[in-house]
Each structure stands twice: as structure tokens, then as C-alpha cells.
């Protein structure tokens, strides 16, 4: 009977530990599955939180390395020359020469200054070049007339010219004697000398109003 009281005994403990073992499991399954979730929910909160802040920040780096591309093909084109104007006319690039450029009867002379593009390249030319006269009585600078232009390109060979307009001696004196003529192109620094093609002199006036005036780039056709 002792032992029989024994083995009930044991099988009582041995069916409370099982059942306490079940309970365990399932309470540590819970615990587990809520600590589990506990821990997995903060690094999805972080995940959420950083994504967004990354995400923006990725797309706006692809965004803008998107918008990089087209403006370089964009640079890259200007750079081309399809739409942006050539370099301008340097003075080496230009043979300058002068003309008389009057048409008979006009009492206001005009000699006709060409130039000429000798390069090898498209080059642009625009306002007024600058002018002295070079006289008995020392530089004459020329005045400019009230008059613009919208700029010219021009191709290899391909020339243009403006006006120095003047007044002719007819005094019947000796007047101011011009022996040449100082051209500067436009922006340029680098100035040419040549031979003065108009009337030799010009007449010795106390007026107020200029007695040599020019034109910008293209205020003349071709000269005489």
C-alpha cells in the first residue's frame, strides 16, 4: 500500500510538471511572441523614420543627377556652337582697309572702312570700331553717330564695314591735313594704320558739331 501511495504521488507530481511544463511553453511562447514583436516593432518604427528621411534623399539625388545629364548635353551643345554666338573678331583675325566710299554730289564725304574676316573660324563683330584721323594738327577722334547694330557673325572670307563721314575743306585754304587714318575694331586694343583714301584735308571750323563721325558695323555697303 506504501508503495502504491508512492507511484500515485509521483504520477501526480510528474502530471503537475507536465501540465506546469505546458503552460511555460505556451506563457514563454507568448512572452517570446510579444517580445519578439516588441523588438521587431522598433527596428520597423526605425526603419519607418529613416526610410522616408533616406528615401527623399535618394530621390532627389536621382533626381538631380537626372537633371544634370541634359544640362551638360545642354553646355555641351552650347559649347558646340549651335547656339551660342562665336568668339569675337580679334584684329589679328581681320584685314582692314579703307575707301572712298562718296557718292558724287553729297557734301558730306564718306570713306568706307572694310573688314575682313582672314581666319579660319566664324568670328562676331559688333558697335563701333574706334577712329582718329591723323592730321597736321595732331589726332582727330572721330564722333559716334547715334546709331546701333545688332551684331554680325562673320564667316571665313566674309567682310563688313562701316562709314567715317566728314566734311570736305572747301575753303579754299590749306585747312587741316589728313596723312593717315588709326582704325581699332570693336573691344579690341590692337589698332591698324593705313593710308587716308578721302579729300587731304578737312576744314579748320570753330562749330561746335563734329567734323569726323562714324558708323557702327554695318552702316555702309562696300566701298568705290
Avoid at 551643345?77 to 551660342?84: E, H, I, K, L, R
Avoid at 590749306?174 to 587731304?200: C, F, Q, Y
Wanted: proline share 7%; aromatic share 2%.
Amino acid at each position: 500500500m506504501r508503495t502504491s501511495r508512492i507511484a500515485a504521488t509521483a504520477a501526480a507530481v510528474v502530471v503537475g510538471l507536465t501540465l506546469s511544463g505546458c503552460g511555460g511553453d505556451d506563457s514563454t511562447a507568448k512572452a517570446g511572441n510579444a517580445s519578439s514583436s516588441s523588438p521587431s516593432s522598433t527596428p520597423a518604427d526605425g526603419q519607418t523614420e529613416s526610410a522616408p528621411a533616406e528615401q527623399p534623399e535618394g530621390e532627389s539625388g536621382g533626381a538631380g543627377s537626372q537633371e544634370g545629364t541634359p544640362d551638360q548635353g545642354s553646355a555641351g551643345q552650347g559649347s558646340g556652337g549651335t547656339g551660342t554666338k562665336p568668339e569675337r573678331c580679334h584684329t589679328d583675325d581681320l584685314t582692314i582697309t579703307a575707301s572712298d566710299a562718296t557718292i558724287g554730289g553729297d557734301t558730306t564725304k564718306t570713306v568706307a572702312v572694310k573688314l575682313l574676316n582672314k581666319s579660319d573660324r566664324e568670328c562676331s563683330i559688333k558697335g563701333f570700331a574706334g577712329v582718329n584721323l591723323l592730321s597736321s594738327e595732331g589726332a582727330i577722334p572721330a564722333t559716334r553717330r547715334d546709331q546701333k547694330d545688332a551684331g554680325t557673325v562673320l564667316k571665313s572670307g566674309e567682310p563688313t564695314y562701316f562709314g567715317i563721314f566728314y566734311k570736305a575743306n572747301e575753303s579754299g585754304g590749306s585747312g587741316v591735313r589728313i596723312k593717315g587714318l588709326v582704325v581699332t575694331p570693336p573691344d579690341e586694343k590692337k589698332s591698324v594704320t593705313l593710308k587716308w583714301p578721302g579729300e587731304p584735308s578737312l576744314p579748320v571750323t570753330d562749330s561746335p558739331d563734329p567734323t569726323v563721325e562714324i558708323g557702327p558695323m554695318g552702316s555702309v555697303g562696300q566701298g568705290g
